[in-house]
C-alpha cells in the first residue's frame, strides 16, 4: 500500500483553505451527477492501471469499480473534506474483496506520499481545476516509479475558432460555479512540459461531456521521459 511519507507532514503539507457554502454543499453532489455517465471512457481508461494506484483528486471515488484485478491497492486523494466522506463511503460500500483501498484528504499540488512508491497515478478530469497544474504534476512525476503508467482524462482547450473565444470568456466566472475549472487550459502541453512522454493521446470532443466550450478532451497515458 501507500504509505504516507512522514517527513512530509507538518513541514510541507497544508490543509486546502475553506470551501465555502456552495463548495461544501453543493458543487460535490453536481460533479457526481454530471460525471456518472463516463462509465465507457472510465472502463477503457482504468484497465490500464495496475499495481500501486493513487489517483489525485479521486472526488467521490467513482473509479473505484473500474479498477481491474492487477491493482494491489488503491489511494484515493482529494482537498475537499466532503469529497473524502463521500469517497470512503464508496469504498466501504463497493472495495472489490482483497483489494487495499484508502483515502487520503491531500491537494494535488502537495501529497504527502513517498517518492517513486505508485506505480500508477490517475488524474480524471482534476487538472482543470488544481490551483498550480504544474506542481500537481510535478508531485505525480514524483510519487510515480521508473515505468509506471500515468493515466489521464481531461477536458482542455477547444483547438481554435469560437469555441476557444467563449471558453477565454466564460473561465472567470465558470470556475467560481465549476469548483475551480478552467475551459481554457492546454493540459497537453502541461503534461509534456512536466517531463512526461505520451505513450497514448488522444484529443476529441464528447458528447457526454456538453456543448463545445466542455466537450474537447484528451485520453491517454504517459509516463517518465527519463525513465
Not at 504516507?4 to 457526481?32: C, N, T
Not at 467563449?166 to 487550459?185: D, F
Amino acid at each position: 500500500m501507500l504509505n504516507p511519507d512522514p517527513m512530509q507532514y507538518g513541514k510541507k503539507y497544508k490543509k486546502p483553505a475553506s470551501l465555502g457554502w456552495y463548495g461544501r454543499f453543493v458543487f460535490p453532489h453536481i460533479e457526481v451527477l454530471v460525471t456518472r455517465g463516463l462509465g465507457k471512457i472510465r472502463r477503457r481508461l482504468l484497465s490500464q492501471a495496475h499495481g500501486r494506484v493513487m489517483e489525485i483528486g479521486a472526488g467521490a471515488a467513482q473509479n473505484l469499480a473500474y479498477l481491474p484485478e492487477t491493482v494491489r491497492s488503491y489511494l484515493a486523494t482529494d482537498p475537499s473534506p466532503v469529497m473524502v466522506g463521500k469517497a470512503k463511503k464508496e469504498i466501504r460500500r463497493h472495495k472489490p474483496p482483497g483489494l487495499d483501498a484508502r483515502v487520503m484528504r491531500a491537494a494535488a499540488e502537495d501529497i504527502p506520499v513517498k517518492s517513486q512508491s505508485a506505480d500508477t497515478v490517475i488524474s480524471f478530469l482534476v487538472l482543470c481545476s488544481v490551483y498550480d497544474p504544474f506542481a500537481a504534476l510535478s508531485e505525480v512525476y514524483r510519487v510515480l516509479r521508473p515505468g509506471g503508467s500515468f493515466l489521464f482524462f481531461e477536458h482542455v482547450r477547444a483547438p481554435g475558432g469560437a469555441a476557444v473565444w467563449w471558453q477565454n470568456r466564460i473561465t472567470p466566472v465558470w470556475k467560481r460555479l465549476g469548483g475551480g475549472c478552467h475551459l481554457n487550459r492546454d493540459t497537453a502541453d502541461t503534461i509534456e512540459k512536466s517531463g512526461f512522454c505520451f505513450e497514448q493521446f488522444r484529443q476529441y470532443r464528447t458528447r457526454k461531456m456538453g456543448p463545445a466550450i466542455t466537450s474537447n478532451v484528451i485520453e491517454g497515458m504517459a509516463g517518465k521521459r527519463d525513465s
